[in-house]
């Protein structure tokens, strides 16, 4: 039984290291990677609520996700903050920045078909 009880301690922690280590890496690649601007628009939002169980709490986190259309690529999603969302809407054209996989800014054309 002990043998049990440690090994799934051991899975525990690999799988939380694996998981810092790839999220460490991801911010490093987008810290070094050039900030670019794109012509875009808006093509999806979506709000995907996570809940989990620990130590007898449900624990409810809401993530934020926007599609973009690029002009020159093929579609890019960015997860954004709540008031990044919420001032978003479908169609919506624009310039959007980004570095990397992380969300810097969409400046609205102002003008939307």
């Known amino acids: 039984m002990k ?3 440690f090994l799934t301690f051991v899975f525990a922690v690999v799988v939380i290291l694996i998981s810092l280590l790839y999220g460490f890496s991801v911010f490093l690649k987008n810290k070094k ?4 601007s794109e012509d875009a628009t808006v093509i999806s939002k979506k709000n995907v609520n ?9 624990l409810n986190n809401t993530s934020f996700l ?8 093929a579609d890019k999603k ?5 008031k990044i969302y919420d001032s978003l809407e479908i169609n919506e054209k624009g310039i959007l920045n980004y570095k990397g996989t992380k969300f810097i800014e969409f400046i609205k054309s102002g003008i939307n078909l």
């Not at 960015?78 to 709540?82: A, H, L, Y």
């Open 3 to 5: 043998i049990i009880v």
């Open 33 to 36: 990677a050039l900030l670019e």
């Open 50 to 58: 996570n809940t989990s169980f620990i130590s007898n709490y449900f």
């Open 66 to 73: 926007v599609v973009f259309k690029m002009d020159s690529k």
């Open 78 to 82: 960015f997860m954004v903050s709540k």
